[in-house]
T-cell receptor, first 114, second 114 residues
């Protein structure tokens, strides 16, 4: 079956521009997660969705970062006024539910802010 | 969530078993041990997880010590395609205070050599 998909796979933008990253979770998965991975680093948790609500936004690094999820499916991570330090791979994962379920990851979006 | 400690790197000869250690000395009774791996430029891939019993699947075996303070992931016959960063994660169950966040550490860089 189809896994988690993310788009675009690569994004190059100029400092100060806004970007939107998209995640399509596995069909039927109610939980969705966003992570960020800077070059050579481990994964940094950003936000967790259960359905359309976000019980945990504690990982969002600043108010320039926001995310939404509509229809309990697709999620969009938006970064406003991008900075060079936002350059990273943004990974999305989904799980059947939020409780102890295995997370399945997408291939990520590689963001480069010039 | 309990923290984990893994060696930063290890080498393994192709065809031999790879034994990856993980310390999680502060693990609590309701926390699971998960293993993921990340091949270069890809999203993390689920390998296996367990609570207290040893587990085996088509990819690997997980050996958890009786006191649950450490575990070992075993890749029985390592191949070149097993070269990746391996993450050991301790994850709690969902409660009123916690939804069981995955916290990725630095992992172990495993290099399988011919």
């Amino acid at each position: 079956g189809a896994g988690v998909s993310q788009s675009p796979s690569n994004k190059v933008t100029e400092k100060g521009k806004d970007v939107e990253l998209r995640c399509d979770p596995i069909s039927g998965h109610t939980a969705l997660y966003w992570y960020r991975q800077s070059l050579g680093q481990g994964l940094e948790f950003l936000i967790y969705f259960q359905g359309n609500s976000a019980p945990d936004k504690s990982g969002l690094p600043s108010d320039r970062f926001s995310a939404e999820r509509t229809g309990g499916s697709v999620s969009t991570l938006t970064i406003q006024r991008t900075q060079q330090e936002d350059s990273a791979v943004y990974l999305c994962a989904s799980s059947l539910s939020g409780n102890q379920e295995t997370q399945y990851f997408g291939p990520g979006t590689r963001l480069l802010v010039l | 969530d309990a923290k984990t400690t893994q060696p930063p790197s290890m080498d393994c000869a192709e065809g031999r078993a790879a034994n990856l250690p993980c310390n999680h000395s502060t693990i609590s009774g309701n926390e699971y041990v998960y293993w993921y791996r990340q091949i270069h430029s890809q999203g993390p891939q689920y390998i296996i997880h367990g609570l207290k019993n040893n587990e085996t699947n088509e990819m690997a075996s997980l050996i958890i010590t009786e006191d649950r303070k450490s575990s070992t992931l075993i890749l029985p016959h390592a191949t070149l395609r097993d070269t990746a960063v391996y993450y050991c994660i301790v994850r709690g169950i969902m409660t009123t205070d916690s939804w069981g966040k995955f916290q990725f550490g630095a992992g172990t860089q495993v290099v399988v050599t011919p």
